[in-house]
């Protein structure tokens, strides 16, 4: 980044970008290495607006802590009201986020981006990375509040889920239908983007490859919704092959911080 665009302070930001360094909501899959990536993607990046970098440091043993530190720094950065972009991370980090910005802008609608709805049962005691969007809906959002976009994959549990719901779901092949729908919302937007929603040959380091979108569908949704804030999570440095999972990261970290 170079140093004329880095602030110190939010009030001076034009963006707030939040490096989110932890995996530990990843219980099912072996396959992980998150940790690093919001170091990899930042790496080498110029911003062309000024941008505050945050970091919220994880306690290493224990999940609950680490979104709790998460959800007081999001409520912090928020009083700035200034766009916000966190970079993960597997996709729990996305959980104390969004709650905190859904608690000050009731109004919240939330764009999943994912080859998977993430809207399993949960397993265990913490929200884990498959949980997220089931967790927030049974405490903060409305179906009406929350869009599903290009999933690839649905277990059973998720299948029986959405039988009794009227969530708007969409499936890779479903992107037109989506953004004639989507045009009409009018309130505040956070983007949630697991990028193993792009195809495995554009973006191999990931825990779950199971994409169908190339980049240039991820940009023209990102020009549809024109988010307030966003994510970018699930990215994974150590199970990449020529970074080419970084560098789609950060094209599309480009693209959002050209939408604020």
């Known amino acids: 980044m170079s140093c004329e665009n880095k602030v110190s302070s939010p009030e001076d930001a034009d963006t707030v970008v939040q490096k989110l360094c932890c995996d530990m909501g990843i219980h099912r899959n072996a ?11 930042l790496e080498g990046f110029k911003f062309e607006k000024k941008v505050l970098v945050d970091e919220v440091f994880p306690d290493e043993f224990d999940l609950d802590k680490t979104q709790r530190r998460i959800k007081e720094n999001v409520r912090d950065l928020a009083k700035y009201e200034k766009p916000l972009i966190s970079l ?7 959980y104390p986020v969004i709650k905190a ?18 809207l399993k049962e949960r397993v265990e005691d913490h929200v884990s990375h498959d949980v997220v969007v089931r967790k927030l809906l049974e405490e903060d959002f409305e179906e009406d509040d929350i869009w599903i976009v290009g999933y690839t994959r649905i277990d059973e549990d998720e299948k029986e889920y959405l039988e009794d719901s009227g969530l708007r ?9 989506f953004q004639r729908e989507f045009n009409s919302c009018e309130q505040r937007v956070y983007l949630s983007t697991d990028i193993d929603v792009l195809a495995e040959e554009l973006a191999p380091g990931t825990g779950y490859p199971h994409g169908e979108l190339d980049m240039e569908e991820i940009e023209e949704i990102i020009r549809c919704v024109h988010p307030d804030f966003a994510d970018l ?28």
């Open 31 to 41: 396959r992980k290495g998150t940790l690093n990536a919001p170091k990899k993607i």
């Open 88 to 94: 993960g991370g597997d996709h729990s980090v996305s």
């Open 101 to 118: 910005l859904k608690s000050k802008y009731p109004e919240l609608q939330l764009v999943w981006l994912d080859a998977h709805p993430d």
């Open 233 to 260: 999570v699930e990215v994974a440095p150590p199970l990449d092959k020529g970074e080419k999972t970084v560098a789609c990261s950060k094209e599309i970290l480009s693209s959002l911080i050209k939408q604020f």
């Open 169 to 177: 779901v969409y499936g890779h092949d479903e992107l037109e239908k």
